[in-house]
C-alpha cells in the first residue's frame, strides 16, 4: 500500500503542465528577452517606481511570441499580465490608466531592460496586447511609439481585466482570493496549485480552495517540476543548483527559470522554498 501511494503521488506531480529540466530553455522571463534589436542590453531591469506613475507602454506575447513568464503563466497576448515583477512582486495587480480607459494587470514577469528605458527617456512597462488593444486601440507598441499610462498598485482582490478609471471594480469574475502556502501569496478564483504539502490538485474558487483532479480547464497551473539533478519532481519555489552548470535555478510552477540571488534565498517567483546546492 505504501508503495502504490508513492506512486500515485509521483505521477499527480507530472501531471497536465510540461515540465523540463533545470537548465533547459530557462530564462528570466519572457520581457527580458524582447530586447536584442537595442543596443548594451544586459538583461537587467530596473525595480524604481517613478514619482509621478507614468510610463510607456511596450507590448510582448501572443502568436509567435508564446513564452513562460517568470511567475508563472504564458505570455499568450490574450491574458491581463504585466511585467515589472521586480518593482511590485510576482503575482500583484497594477491598475493601467490612459485615454480615460481602465485595465487591471497581474505582474508575472521580469523586465523589460534598461536599454529599452534608455532608448525612451522614460520608465517603461511591458503589458499584454490585450491590455493595449483596450488602451490605445493598438495591440503591438513599442517604446518609439511613446504611449504613456499611469500605474498604481492596487489589491489582489480587484479582478482582473477592464475596470473603471474612478477605481471601481473591473471585469474579472468574483473578487475573493485565497492564500497560498505553496507559492507564498495570494492568488486569483479560477487559479490552480499542486500543493507543496500533499502534490495535490487544489483549486481556488471565490475564497476557498477546492480539491480537483487535475488542472484542466483553470485559468492558471502552477504545477512541481522535474529536476534532473534532485532526481525528483519538487514544489514552485524550490530552488536548485544545477549539476549540468552549476547555475541556480527556481522551479516557477510552468518550468525552470533564472536568477536565483543565492545569498537572500530568493529567486523569480520569490523566497525559495528550500535551497538545494550541490
Known amino acids: 500500500m505504501r508503495f502504490i501511494a508513492i506512486s500515485l503521488l509521483l505521477s499527480a506531480c507530472t501531471a497536465d503542465v510540461d515540465i523540463i529540466s533545470e537548465d533547459s530553455e530557462a530564462t528570466a522571463g519572457a520581457s527580458i528577452?524582447?530586447?536584442t534589436y537595442l543596443s548594451n542590453c544586459r538583461g537587467q531591469a530596473s525595480s524604481a517606481i517613478p514619482a509621478d506613475h507614468r510610463y510607456v507602454i511596450t507590448t510582448f506575447g501572443g502568436p509567435g511570441d508564446h513564452q513562460p513568464m517568470s511567475c508563472g503563466g504564458y505570455a499568450d497576448g490574450s491574458g491581463w499580465y504585466a511585467a515589472s515583477r521586480q518593482r511590485y512582486g510576482c503575482g500583484s495587480h497594477i491598475r493601467v490608466t490612459a485615454n480615460g480607459k481602465c485595465v487591471v494587470l497581474?505582474?508575472?514577469d521580469y523586465g523589460p531592460d534598461v536599454c529599452v528605458e534608455n532608448a525612451a527617456h522614460m520608465p517603461v512597462i511591458d503589458v499584454s496586447p490585450r491590455a493595449s488593444k483596450e488602451l490605445f486601440g493598438v495591440s503591438g507598441a513599442g517604446w518609439s511609439d511613446h504611449l504613456v499610462v499611469t500605474v498604481e498598485e492596487v489589491s489582489t482582490s480587484e479582478p482582473l481585466g477592464i475596470c473603471s478609471t474612478s477605481g471601481g471594480g473591473g471585469g474579472g469574475g468574483g473578487t475573493a482570493t485565497c492564500s497560498s502556502s505553496t507559492l507564498d501569496r495570494d492568488v486569483a478564483t479560477g487559479t490552480c496549485v499542486q500543493a507543496a504539502s500533499d502534490g495535490l490538485w487544489y483549486e481556488c474558487s471565490n475564497g476557498a480552495w477546492v480539491s480537483r483532479s487535475s488542472s484542466s480547464g483553470c485559468t492558471t497551473a502552477f504545477a512541481w517540476c522535474s529536476s534532473a539533478t534532485l532526481g525528483r519532481n519538487v514544489p514552485p519555489r524550490t530552488c536548485v543548483q544545477a549539476a549540468s552548470n552549476s547555475s541556480w535555478y527556481q522551479c516557477n510552477g510552468q518550468?525552470?527559470?533564472m536568477p536565483v540571488d543565492v545569498a537572500a534565498e530568493t529567486g523569480?517567483?520569490?523566497?525559495?522554498?528550500?535551497?538545494?546546492p550541490l
Do not use: E, L
Open 33 to 35: 528577452t524582447q530586447t
Open 268 to 276: 523569480p517567483i520569490g523566497a525559495c522554498s528550500t535551497v538545494n
Open 106 to 108: 497581474q505582474t508575472d
Open 255 to 257: 518550468g525552470w527559470v
